[in-house]
């Protein structure tokens, strides 16, 4: 169990992050001030707050959408801003939720030790952090990219903090509703280097979403357990763990085979991103279709893997062949 914590922790979107770089830091001697306040204890605290490496993660798919749609040429500044932008807007919507949350994460044991639950911080200070990097963040994306790159921004984060936050515990529709801000980091990159939103941007962001439902069934599956004590409706399914939840997680898993020929037929990639990206559809259906079979964790924990790897891997190879 406490590897697949870890393993979760550090790439599901909805996921409290382990900053190791912070946590060497409260390994050794802290660095503190007057009145016994802890600096490394402190951005420990804001690195779960944020949630650092899912908004690294967000980041990632955002560079690459604005790289390909770039098409490799583009100015670093904008880039930087872009990861700027991008990485506060996300970060924000992650701390507003865990404002929203923090009385259900008392109740989990993968979320009872975030700095709101453990009392480590105070809402006050948390609403203020969250406020400010979601205008900040929107603010960049606006000026220094492109307004509707600002647009995006601010529809990511509304969606994700108002809609999806509170319909987790209401019913498994939530997932699809967080798909569509999930879904929007490549969208956003491209956006910001075309300031248009073309057929291609949209064939990244349909990739995205559809990668969205295996990926948090699979892991919501494991931390089904979990889940439940706090009232949150995660599975497709109302029986949890059944084959109508493997079922839904194998189809859509299968949606991403057709999904491979998609960028090739409309010229966004070539004929070998196109059989690298058929090969990455077979490697994420096989174990959904065993999960479908047997109903195992192990089975789920395969899914969950696949997903971590499918992703990173059909965007750098549409990236590459953009800029190769």
């Not at 993968?110 to 979601?134: D, F, H, I, N, W």
Request: hydrophobic share 50%; net charge positive; aromatic share 14%.
């Amino acid at each position: 169990m406490k590897k697949v914590r870890a393993y979760y922790e550090s790439f599901f979107i909805f996921a409290p992050p382990k900053i190791n770089f912070i946590n060497s830091l409260s390994d050794s001697k802290a660095i503190s001030l007057p009145g016994s306040f802890n600096i490394a204890a402190k951005l420990q605290d804001y690195g779960q707050l944020m949630k650092l490496r899912l908004a690294s993660l967000v980041v990632f798919s955002a560079v690459m959408g604005f790289v390909i749609g770039s098409t490799g040429h583009f100015e670093w500044q904008q880039l930087w801003l872009l990861v700027l932008g991008g990485f506060l807007v996300t970060a924000s919507s992650n701390a507003f939720n865990q404002v929203i949350e923090k009385d259900f994460d008392k109740l989990m044991d993968r979320t009872s030790q975030r700095p709101l639950p453990a009392g480590r911080m105070s809402m006050g200070e948390a609403l203020v952090a969250a406020t400010l990097m979601g205008i900040v963040g929107v603010a960049i994306l606006w000026f220094y990219m492109n307004p509707l790159s600002g647009i995006l921004g601010a529809l990511s984060l509304v969606l994700y903090t108002l809609l999806y936050t509170p319909l987790k515990r209401v019913t498994p529709f939530a997932v699809f509703v967080g798909a569509i801000p999930g879904a929007m980091p490549p969208l956003l990159g491209w956006v910001a280097a075309r300031n248009e939103i073309g057929f291609e941007a949209l064939l990244l962001y349909t990739i995205q979403f559809i990668w969205q439902f295996p990926h948090f069934w699979s892991i919501a599956w494991i931390l089904d357990d979990d889940y439940k004590k706090a009232g949150f409706k995660m599975m497709p399914s109302p029986g949890g763990r059944d084959h109508s939840s493997a079922f839904q997680t194998m189809v859509y898993s299968i949606c991403l085979i057709p999904m491979a020929l998609m960028p090739y037929m409309f010229h966004l990639g070539g004929v070998m991103s196109m059989i690298v990206l058929i090969i990455c559809g077979f490697i994420f259906t096989v174990p959904s279709f065993r999960l479908y079979k047997d109903l195992s964790m192990e089975s789920a924990r395969k899914v969950m893997f696949s997903s971590f790897i499918y992703l990173p891997v059909v965007q750098i190879v549409l990236m590459l062949d953009k800029i190769l």
